[in-house]
């Protein structure tokens, strides 16, 4: 920090010691500002707008955002979409709005918390602050899962065995079956496989374009089949340790958004 800087900090402090009502006012300010409720409308708002010119840019700038469902989003911002920020704006701009919505959600509950609580209004008061848990338990959950875990793909021919898997794990790709109409165009695909753990099997199972194999917090996925070369998988193998933070945080939302719905509709 250079001399200006400090200058500038110095000045700042004074003028708050100097003038109480000046702190008050700026305290006070941001108090409003995040406790508001239009703050929480903006947010919205501006997200739906951020997402809506996402849904036009992802589609346009596929070399950026093809490799985000491969990746960590961690891993995709820091290899694409750092490297190319006039594509990756909006993702960017939505990333800090979900950041100013999250700080709005806790002061929003904070506030709430302390304030008076009565026998009469305790259930319509903490409906909205299990919705505001479930809310974040869901973000926290797709922030581990950004982060943290794993998701590996790659192309597997019929037979072979995909060694060198986290957890010491490896996966065998058994069989891979079609079903083709009377025309030869296929009508349902799936594959045969087998989990090891340390070299010993502890699962197996057949995917299909809808039917994951999962094992102690890992899926495996069927992405695509290939008959070009041989039978052969484009498989993904995902592990998201915010799962189950996110199935809390839904059922909260969801149990919290109707006793709100019961509890209004009961009052009026």
């Known amino acids: 920090m250079n001399s200006r800087d400090s200058r500038e900090q110095s000045a700042w402090r004074i003028a708050f010691r100097q003038n109480p009502m000046l702190y008050a006012l700026c305290d006070n300010t941001m108090k409003n500002?995040?406790?508001s409720l239009k703050t929480t409308v903006w947010t919205l708002l501006a997200l739906i707008g951020f997402f809506f010119i996402?849904?036009?840019m992802m589609p346009v700038h596929r070399?950026?955002?093809?490799?985000?469902?491969?990746?960590?989003?961690f891993q995709w911002i820091e290899r694409f979409a750092a490297a190319n920020p006039w594509q990756a704006w909006w993702f960017f701009a939505s990333f800090?709005?979900?950041?100013l919505l999250t700080i709005n959600t806790i002061v929003c509950s904070i506030q709430a918390v302390i304030?008076?609580?009565t026998r009469r209004d305790f259930l319509l008061r903490i409906a909205p602050q299990v919705i505001h848990i479930g809310f974040l338990f869901i973000l926290l959950a797709h922030l581990l899962g950004a982060g943290w875990g794993y998701r590996l793909s790659g192309f597997m021919p019929q037979g072979t065995l995909a060694q060198g898997l986290p957890e010491g794990r490896a996966l065998h790709l058994v069989e891979v079956r079609i079903v083709t109409d009377e025309k030869?165009?296929?009508m349902d695909w799936s594959a045969s496989v087998v989990l090891y753990e340390n070299g010993v099997k502890v699962t197996s199972g057949v995917l299909g374009p809808n039917?994951?194999?999962?094992?102690?917090?890992m899926g495996?996925?069927?992405k695509n089949i290939d008959f070009s070369r041989g039978p052969a998988a484009i498989l993904m193998v995902n592990r998201d340790p915010g799962a189950i933070l996110a199935l809390v945080g839904g059922l909260l939302f969801m149990l919290g958004s109707a006793m709100l719905l019961v509890l209004k509709w009961k009052k009026t």
Do not use: I, K, T
């Open 220 to 222: 495996v996925y069927l």
């Open 63 to 73: 070399d950026v955002f093809g490799p985000m469902s491969d990746l960590l989003l």
């Open 184 to 186: 030869g165009f296929p």
């Open 96 to 99: 800090a709005a979900l950041v």
């Open 33 to 35: 500002f995040f406790l």
């Open 115 to 117: 304030g008076r609580w």
């Open 211 to 217: 039917r994951p194999l999962f094992y102690n917090g």
């Open 54 to 56: 996402g849904s036009y």
